[in-house]
């Protein structure tokens, strides 16, 4: 049974906004993340930010770890599609590799929480939730990096490297970027990323990190 409507931010009473309301909690949470360079949030602050009932937290999600989960994989199911959209692409393996690195950039820009977060909920939710998020997110990543670079070296492309270390590398290289804007602030007198300097880094990127993987 749907919740009634109150006061204050509203509570969705209709079928058909249930989605809607779900993706605006989801989104708000996302926003706050990133502005707030933190993976906490309080209910109060996500419902000014979704203009939503803080109820509809418990009502859509059971809880806010519930909330974050559905947040983790709304992210991490994107990238696992797109990954496995590229490994299939007629292209050679070194335009893959390169198109890959710029995505893992752009994405972190997006998204500079979501390497924090997807360690939290694995650290801290249930055994069998982690084992959920291992199988469908981190073990198939894992799988295609292994595919990639195996298909670059049979190729002549890429001298022999453990893919295990190649994703801690492109994943720390974006993640360590973006969660670093206090040093950007009190290093550089800069208070945020910017997209110049996103594209920046996305080519020094893919250049630093080419340049060990190409034969």
């Known amino acids: 049974m749907a919740p009634m409507a ?5 509570l969705v ?4 906004d249930n989605a809607k309301a779900r993706d605006q909690l989801i989104e708000a949470a996302s926003q706050i993340m990133r502005e707030g360079d933190t993976i906490d949030l309080s ?3 996500l419902s000014l930010r979704a203009g939503l009932n803080s109820a509809l937290v418990k009502y859509y999600f059971g809880n806010k770890n519930g909330l974050m989960l559905a947040l983790l994989d709304r992210d991490m199911g994107n990238i ?4 496995g959209a590229l490994l299939a692409k007629d292209i050679p393996p070194e335009d893959k590799l390169r198109i890959h690195i710029g995505a893992v950039i752009d ?4 998204f500079p929480y979501l390497n924090r977060l997807l360690m939290r909920m694995v650290r801290d939710s249930a055994p069998v939730e982690a084992a959920r998020i291992a199988d469908l997110y981190l073990k198939p990543i894992s799988k295609v990096y292994d595919a990639l670079i195996a298909e670059g070296v049979k190729a002549g492309k890429f001298r022999k490297l453990d893919p295990q270390f190649f994703y801690f590398t492109v ?3 974006a993640d360590r970027f973006y969660s670093s804007r206090l040093v950007l602030r009190h290093c550089y007198n800069q208070d945020d990323f910017n997209e110049n300097m996103r594209d920046a880094y996305r080519e020094h990127s893919i250049d630093l990190i080419m340049r060990g993987l190409l034969v």
């Open 6 to 10: 109150t006061t204050g931010p509203k």
């Open 13 to 16: 009473n209709e079928a058909g």
């Open 43 to 45: 209910l109060s602050e």
């Open 80 to 83: 696992v599609f797109s990954l």
């Open 107 to 110: 994405t972190y820009y997006a």
């Open 171 to 173: 994943t720390g290289a």
